[in-house]
């Protein structure tokens, strides 16, 4: 294992052009869990109704005193971990260009990276669904759900229900990412919900190499996937980064 982590250390240290494509699995050392699996969201509710822009349209205040209590509550606590910093730290030495990440926690962000790509939105915002009024979620008062606009109308989360389509600009600059980069980080992610998951073929079909960082084979695994690190983020980027810094110290 340790020959992959140099491997890919090495591959990434003399590469222009990185970006990474990141999932739950990279979130869960920071405390929030994945939407699928074990432990997931999915147990306790059922993604096609309280996950669903049909419900949240009919009873926001349903959606909003179930789903969105429980991400809200954890989302408030959770803070950039090792893997987030990693790739912060990865941006700061001009060798990760982008980040195209599914996830809505604002932890790319928080950490330092300046270009990032959301397939699924962010639950640090909110938009009101009369007026178009956006504030940010920590701003909001909460006391009574659903949360309201001063014009009266209800804030509804930036985030990408189940029922709607990915942002079309999100969809075409991961495009444009994958097809122009030389190296794509493959971090946390399942590899099975598209379109994100796509990006990855996109990218190996333009010659790009496939780093896959994931404690499980997925579908990339075999057909894609120059490789995979078979750690949990956090482990595998820190030792990753340590290689890198020793390299260019």
């Known amino acids: 294992m340790n020959d992959l982590i140099a491997k890919a250390a090495e591959m990434l240290a003399k590469t222009r052009h990185v970006i990474a494509l990141t999932g739950a699995g990279i979130s869960v050392e920071s405390g929030i869990p994945p939407f699928r699996g074990p432990g997931g969201l999915w147990e306790k509710f059922d993604p096609m109704e309280v996950g669903h822009i049909r419900t949240f349209m009919k009873d926001p205040a349903r959606v909003w005193n179930t789903l969105m209590?429980?991400?809200?509550?954890?989302?408030?606590?959770?803070?950039?971990?090792?893997a987030h910093t990693s790739l912060a730290r990865l941006e700061e030495l001009s060798i990760l260009?982008?980040?195209?990440?599914?996830?809505?926690?604002?932890?790319?962000?928080?950490?330092?990276?300046?270009?990032?790509?959301?397939?699924?939105?962010?639950?640090?915002w909110l938009t009101c669904m009369d007026c178009g009024n956006r504030k940010e979620t920590i701003s909001v008062n909460m006391d009574v759900l659903p949360p309201r606009c001063e014009c009266g109308g209800i804030f509804r989360p930036d985030c990408v229900f189940f029922g709607e389509a990915i942002p079309e600009e999100a969809l075409i600059r991961s495009r444009e990412e994958a097809r122009a980069c030389e190296v794509m980080l493959v971090v946390g992610t399942s590899a099975i919900v598209q379109p994100a998951a796509f990006m990855p073929m996109i990218a190996h079909q333009s010659g790009a190499k496939i780093i896959e960082i994931n404690p499980e084979p997925t579908p990339l695994t075999e057909s894609v996937s120059t490789f995979i690190i078979q750690k949990r983020a956090g482990e595998a980027l820190t030792a990753i980064m340590a290689e890198i810094e020793k390299r260019a110290g």
């Open 69 to 82: 209590a429980e991400m809200r509550g954890v989302l408030k606590k959770a803070v950039p971990n090792s």
């Open 97 to 124: 260009k982008t980040v195209i990440t599914q996830n809505i926690d604002g932890l790319h962000q928080k950490a330092g990276n300046t270009d990032v790509i959301e397939f699924h939105g962010n639950f640090a």
